[in-house]
């Protein structure tokens, strides 16, 4: 199970067949013809997909021997808490009880599938993998748009619990990463400034041999 996941984790193919499920139920034949792959192919990739638990099967609802599939949210936001996890070597088991089930967070993760789906069929970007995406997530909530900085948000968050929450998650993990980071960049810009980084021979340069 551990080696399969891993593998549709970078595993283009499969990420297609999510993306073009997208957060509708959907029949193997129909997801094949979006994305141009044969419907016996498509039937044995979602197989490997539920094997990961990404897909669910709809046992209640088939038409004519055709199998519904819907992507299984809480899992991509279970397995995007072990993303962070490797990331930053943080334990982040109670938060990720939590988050995972707050609906800003599944938000978030399928938002994230639907506009790299739509760059994948508007513009032709190549079809990105699903730790790829997680990486764009994550690098986002960090360092590019942090949501608990937007003040709309935070404003909005003051009567709402569950977005007060997710909120307070994003603040936790950009602290922990900005703390526990060395700030290279920032002490190469003082040195510039303060005329210091030109002064001595960096470290570690062999001397010249006279």
Sequence with gaps: MV?????????????????AIGEEKDYAASIGKKIGLERSDVKQQLDQLRKTNYVLLDETKQHKNKKL??????????????YIEKQTKRQTYATRLVIA?????IELLKSAFAQNYEDYISHKTPIKTIEEIFNEIF?????????????????????????????????????FVLTNQTDSVGEFYRRVAEEKLLEKEPAGRPKNKK
């Design 3 to 19: 080696n399969i996941k891993r593998e549709t984790l970078t595993h283009k193919s499969h990420n297609k067949i999510l993306l």
């Design 139 to 175: 690098m986002q909530m960090v360092f590019y748009l942090p949501p608990h900085h937007d003040a709309e948000l935070k404003n909005m968050s003051k009567k709402n619990k569950k977005l007060k929450s997710f909120l307070e998650f994003t603040e936790e993990l950009y602290n």
């Design 101 to 105: 089930k707050n609906k800003y967070f």
């Design 69 to 82: 599939y819907s992507i299984n949210w809480y899992q991509l936001a279970l397995d995007f808490f072990y």
